[in-house]
């Protein structure tokens, strides 16, 4: 029962950073209809930075913020450099150019940093807080879900509140007659590159060091991990991100306690294909999405 | 429509054949002209050329993009072994019979994943496959009992036949065996390409709608496509445990998975040829960096090792994609209709209405 | 004196024959100019090719005296022109609130008393006000993309087919409201109707179009009146 306990609280805090890296997907699938295959190798070179800083300065902190920038920078650059020459006629295009991506990436990563894995601190207790004898969150974890939630909170402001965010939606769902009433939709789909990245960036940089560790295909299992949300959840909702996030996580953390780490790729396989085969548009999908 | 009235890219059945016997003894008579290291290499484009040949097929045929066929070679390689190691005789009729089990293994595989998400449209075959090829080192060691972790499966050495000894070496054998079988493979998917499914494949990609109304099963065709793709990677898969005489996760990463889409992107999508192309350059490429490199300090020498490679295919890609997104295939085309300002097709009346709207020309392929 | 709105030898093709030809078009400040002419007869193409969604081949737009050449989409509609595509546009996931916000984004402070006044204008949509747009009727829709239209307070309406789809009283409440926007605020519409009767009813010019380009130009009320172009242009 205890142990019940600590893999709920462990999965929990594993399904929100799961649920950043979904929404990320999400931010870029609704504004512009590509699913980013590139966005855990883009994350992983953040998660360098962090690295790189981190050990310049021995702050934390300062290498948490170099590569949140680092993150947006990236997201800029891949926008204008790279995913301006999808295709809007042919889908493949843009996940293709994703694919190259994640290749130069990677391999640019490896010749600079080589393969093996580098060891990487965070400021916090790894092991378990306990109350009444019974093992809880770790303060680490403590930690992730709170910055977690804080920045779930802060998009949802963002684009529910805010003429930005407004403006983003509509040319996410209207590109043209958004243009026709004044948003400059090319500059929208940039800013949703930027924050996607930046999300992106910090689910790495909160999972990687508890539980990938840094190499420069770190994030290939967090890719498929994040992808298996957003099909749960639904691609086009953030809703569903949050909620696929938080049933994925936790089910890992399930499997991870009573099966053993070595089953999750194939308990996440399992899980994807139930979900694609019985309900095609996610367990949560808005009605809404599929009317004309 | 009749059986006479041809799309440009189908051809009669028996030209079909001629060509592929043709290719096959040209391939055949060449492995005499290279030496073992070249022979082995040829084995490998032979077996690549499976997989990226099906993918070809996949993409140009439903638009699906597959990033998970080094699973399915994989499925087929231990479908290969497995069945070779069970067999209690050795010989012709175990190749074939395990070719056939690695066949029918990427078979099963690829229908169940294709049941799942070819279906749909949009990026869910991609992320899937994905999940598939990620998943494949933790499948290896769950069930190692059978499949033998990481260390893979290995199959008992099987030289060259005794009446061939004299003649050829090992490798030249090999490969020889794996043009063989390529070329079935090829012809095969050449056919099904060609042929009724075909043209429902294309009805499917350009306008799913309009396939149905028009009593296509569009769902149906999409899946029965990647099966075909998938048992056409199982076979690439059998004949590369065949040549390696060992089946490994660890030869089949999500890197690797990723090279045979550079394969069939710089080749041109939906072209066989391209696939063809492709092959070589993905064997080729690292195989000539490498000997670059080899000449560096060790420590570079290490870092840039397959590093290097996957970083010009990744440019190469995002290049193809932006500039040229026709591939190889594509530029040799359109530089032969450079030099050759009459079209090569017949007159129009020779074909009438479809072809405007089901076709898709050589290069929207 | 010069028109507000002023088009001359405007030229459209995308590619192969062209789509408009030498076309000339004069909307006076105040006024509402229909565009009427068959399907085809390239009535959508002009109104994109003044919001600059499609290029222009040869000849020029003028706003206010000004040459609009070079100007993109996005900085033609904060120079005064609006436009209300076909088929209205209405983002269907956003609120009726949220579509009116997104009319006027770029207005600043104003944008407030300009919804209000949208809502005053339509009653229907004020309760409606959380829905998302989906939700909304035909009749309802077209209020909306008027009124998001209104919102940013523009020099010149464009407004291509708003009577499509709807009920004859919807139509005639809509083309009302046109009417007395233009001779209470001074707001200049060009109004692209296949609807001809309804157009030339409100309208104080017509301009006929058939196959890209323009056949007749005249008092709306000497256009309704004419048979010969009616039989040969309008189809009626």
Redesign the interface.
Known sequence: MDRLVFLLGTGLARGAVLALFALALVLIWRGARV?N?AQGAMAVVSTYVAFEVTSLTGSYWLGLLAALLAGGLLGFAVERG?MR???PA????G???A??????????L???F?PDYRPMRVPFDDSAIVVGGVPLLSPYDLFVLVVAVVVMGALAVLFRWT?LG??M??AA??P??????????SRTVTVGWVLSSVVGSLAALLLVPTSLGLNP?AT??L??LG??VA?VGG?DSPVGALVGGVVVGVAMSLVTGYLGA?????A??VL??LV??LR?AGLFAAA??R?? | MTGRQRLPGQRPLARTLVLAAGWTVVALGGTFALDPFRNYQLALVAAYLCATAGLTVLVGATGQLSLGHAALMAVGGYGFALTTNALPFGGLAAFVLALLAGALAAAVVGLLLGLAAARLSGPYLAGLTLAVVVALPAVASTWSTVLHGDQGVQIPFEGVPDALRRVVALEQWQAMVAVVVTAAVVTGLTLLRGGRFGLKMLAVRDDEVAARLSGIPAGRVKVLAFTASSVAAGVGGAVLCFVAQAVSPGAYTVGFSLLLVVAVVIGGLGSILGAALGSVVVVLLPWLIGRLTASLPADAAQRLDGNLAVLVFGLLLITVMAVAPHGLHGAIDAARRRRRPTPDVPPPAAEPAPRKVLVPTEEQR | MSALLEVRGLTVGYGGAPVLRDVDLDVPAGSIVALVGANGAGKTTLLRTLSALVPVTRGSIRLAGQDLAGVSVEDRVRRGLAHVPEGRGVVAELTVDENLRLGGLWRGPDRRTAVAEVYELFEPLARRRDNPGHQLSGGERQMLSLGRALVARPTVLLLDEPSLGLAPRVVAQIMGVLRSLADRTGLTVLLAEQNVVGALSVADHGVVLGLGEVVASRPAHELAADDRLRHAYLGF
Do not use: C, K, N, Y
Not at chain 1, 90 to 93: E, F, G, I
Not at chain 1, 176 to 185: A, I, K, Q, T, Y
Not at chain 1, 262 to 266: A, N, Q, S
């Open positions: 699913v295959f790279v020459f999808a295709s042919s889908p493949l295009s996940v293709i150019l694919i190259g991506l994640v290749m130069v990436l990677q391999s640019a490896g010749i600079l080589g003429s407004l403006q939606r509509a769902f209207a043209e007659v958004s243009r026709l009433l004044g948003v400059r939709v295909h290939d299992s890719f498929v992808f298996t099909v691609l070595g089953l999750v790729p194939i996440v396989l994807l294909v694609l085969l095609p809404e999405a009317r004309a």
